[in-house]
């Protein structure tokens, strides 16, 4: 009789299959799932290599498919300022000053997570804001939707955002309505001219990144991703990934 290589037991395992939704027991031979069911049935299938593993009544879940994820952004993200937790454009300046201390002048500064009904300011961040925080260093943060973002005036330029500059369709560049002057703050369609004005990453450098996501995922439980694909580089990444 086929041996397994594990052996889960005395486990709460929801399989998702309305005509038997839930077992105790599961047995993989060679990372493939060949028994889900008893307790009874799954021992007989433990030999003298096979892992055993007692759950206790934990739960087991199939694997996740995220069924929307940028993979490469996330990946990115690991390495900017996680802005989730800020609950005030003084807070959120304070930790684009820290940062800005610890890179070189004109180095880019990404943040992400902010949301403006947490602030004590109840508004959004603006250029001046983040002007303040880092002078020297051209900025971008991200609303926590990811469908907002706010530039410093360093990066408003490296964009050549300005007075005249025409929103693409489905975008918006906020205004100071007094002097017509960008505020920063760029909605929807108008991100890509940001985007646009970042510095280019290598092959390699995006490997990197996705290869960072996909462990991430991984630790998370997910076994499948719809991988939504920014650029024809990344295309070529996710073939070298696969080879």
Not at 95 to 104: A, D, F, G, N, V
Not at 186 to 192: F, G, H, P, S, T
């Amino acid at each position: 009789m086929l041996s397994a290589t594990l052996v889960l037991l005395n486990g709460k395992v929801y399989t998702l299959n309305r005509e038997k939704p839930k077992a105790q027991a599961v047995a993989i031979f060679d990372k493939k799932i060949v028994y889900v069911g008893e307790n009874s049935e799954a021992s007989k299938l433990v030999g003298p290599q096979t892992k055993v593993i007692d759950l206790d009544r934990k739960t087991v879940l199939p694997g996740f498919t995220d069924c929307h994820v940028h993979m490469a952004g996330f990946g990115r993200s690991f390495s900017a300022l996680n802005l989730r937790n800020v609950t005030s454009i003084a807070q959120l300046k304070e930790l684009i000053t820290e940062k800005s201390q610890q890179l070189p002048p004109g180095t880019w500064i990404l943040g992400s997570g902010w949301d403006q009904e947490k602030f004590d300011e109840k508004r959004l961040p603006t250029r001046w804001d983040l002007d303040i925080a880092a002078p020297n260093n051209p900025v971008v943060v991200f609303r926590v939707c990811t469908h907002i973002c706010v530039a410093s005036t360093k990066a408003l330029e490296k964009a050549e955002i300005g007075r005249d500059t025409v929103a693409p369709p489905g975008g918006e560049i906020d205004r100071d309505p007094s002097t017509g002057e960008p505020t920063g703050i760029l909605r929807e369609n108008a991100l890509e001219l940001i985007f646009d004005a970042f510095p280019k990453a290598s092959v390699e450098e995006i490997f990197q990144v996705c290869l960072a996501a996909c462990r991430k995922a991984v630790e998370a439980g997910l076994t499948g991703v719809h991988w939504i694909v920014e650029s024809p580089v990344e295309m070529r990444v996710i073939q070298k990934m696969h080879r």
